[in-house]
């Protein structure tokens, strides 16, 4: 950035708007939202097709999902529809149950959740009580190299 460039910049007289706009980034988001008939699941998918920035809206009635693709805001989605459709709409809270370290651990572990999946669990308060309720952790440690007073079988 040359010097005429920072003048410039710094005795810019326009009403306020940036040249350079932000682009908003390609997002997938996914949406848990109570589907019930054909008729519910047309309504969810209506009221983000019209969205701007939205590419693509796949529905999946079994899972209680919803799928939106494009330059969006997720808040701003999820607002969206729950005013649009007057269901509960929430950012959908589970990961497949391969990711999370102990997916049967007390906090993790949902049972509305769909096949394969647990409620992610990204808290730290969560995975330190599953780390310690856990008797895997509890014996992986009693015979760890780390633990001091650890048992050593050879």
């Not at 920035?53 to 529809?81: C, I, M, W």
């Not at 459709?85 to 993790?108: F, I, M, N, R, S």
């Not at 009580?129 to 015979?143: D, I, P």
Request: hydrophobic share 35%; net charge positive.
């Amino acid at each position: 950035m040359g010097a005429l460039d920072h003048l410039s910049n710094m005795f810019d007289c326009s009403s306020g708007h940036s040249k350079h706009k932000r682009r908003k980034q390609l997002q997938t988001v996914e949406i848990k939202i109570k589907i019930d008939c054909e008729g519910c699941e047309r309504k969810v998918r209506r009221s983000v097709e019209g969205m701007k920035g939205v590419s693509s809206v796949e529905v999946n009635p079994k899972q209680h999902k919803l799928t939106v693709v494009g330059y969006v805001d997720p808040e701003k989605v999820v607002a969206r529809v729950a005013h649009r459709t007057g269901k509960k709409a929430e950012l959908w809270p589970y990961v497949p149950y391969d990711v999370v370290e102990h997916p049967y651990a007390a906090g993790v572990y949902d049972k509305k959740a769909p096949a394969g999946y647990v409620r992610n669990a990204m808290d730290p308060h969560v995975s330190q009580l599953a780390r310690a309720s856990s008797t895997e952790v509890r014996y992986t440690t009693a015979f760890s190299d780390e633990n001091p007073s650890a048992c050593a079988v050879m």
